[in-house]
């Protein structure tokens, strides 16, 4: 019914960037917060940072500084833009999204897109 697809996930130096896109598709009738969230090996699940429709955003403190949301309504997308990356920002990287179908709202979740921080 509604489907969320990662990309842009990799490998990369200490110190690069990536940016990461999402994209919802499915039987949209509107679409509420968007966020990114992380899980490095052994460690629970966490926040990166969320955005609402208006556009107003939340980070994570271990990532403030380096990381930036935004998202296209448009294309009902949400991108993360990773800059000054560091070893411990390895983890698999989950997009969120608050959906509203025809009479109801979904809590959906991506598959997940793995980034590596390592030289």
């Known amino acids: 019914q509604v489907q969320l697809v990662e990309s842009g996930g990799g490998l990369v130096q200490p110190g690069g960037s990536l940016r990461l896109s999402c994209a919802a598709s499915g039987s949209i009738f509107s679409i509420n917060a968007m966020g990114w969230y992380r899980q490095a090996p052994g460690k629970q699940r966490e926040l990166v940072a969320t955005?609402?429709?208006?556009?107003?955003?939340n980070y994570a403190d271990s990532v403030k500084g380096r990381f930036t949301i935004s998202r296209d309504n448009a294309k009902n997308t949400v991108y993360l833009q990773m800059n000054s990356l560091k070893p411990e920002d390895t983890a698999v990287y989950y997009c969120?999204?608050?959906?509203?179908?025809?009479?109801?709202?979904?809590?959906?979740w991506g598959q997940g897109t793995l980034v590596t921080v390592s030289s």
């Open positions: 969120n999204a608050a959906i509203v179908v025809i009479f109801k709202a979904l809590d959906a």
């Open positions: 955005i609402t429709s208006g556009g107003s955003t």
